[in-house]
């Protein structure tokens, strides 16, 4: 098996609320969409962020659990530097999600959070070293 994700797919309570959040509010482009049943981004060369219709999702793999707390997943999107970290959580700010501000983190890098309509976690970071430029694209 091949070290690699193709698809990450998330349940999504109300499609076309998450595509008005993503591609209307983050400016993304969709690669699909189905209204009510699934909108599918590319969010790299070979990777695919699905949001299926949570109805849809139980249907083919079985109920989804639920209840208070953070959603048990985080998606990082990673930048250069920690001014694109603030522009990006701002843009969410605008867009009525919950964010928390950035700050420097004791491993060294500077991160911050937002919560999509469905309550997934996307943290915006600048990672230092190695790792940091492995998943930037190149300038």
Known sequence: MDQRISFITLAVADVARSQAFYIDGLGWEP?????GEVLMIRTGKHLVLSLWDRAGFEAEVGPAQSGPGAVPITIAH???TPAEV??????ASSLGVEVSAAQQ?????????F???DGFRWE???NPGPIGELVLPPD
């Open 31 to 35: 690669e699909l969409y189905v209204p």
């Open 78 to 80: 990673n930048v250069r």
């Open 86 to 91: 603030d522009q990006i959580l701002a843009l």
């Open 105 to 113: 983190r004791d491993w060294g890098g500077y991160t911050g959070y």
């Open 115 to 117: 919560a999509d309509p």
């Open 124 to 126: 915006i970071a600048v």
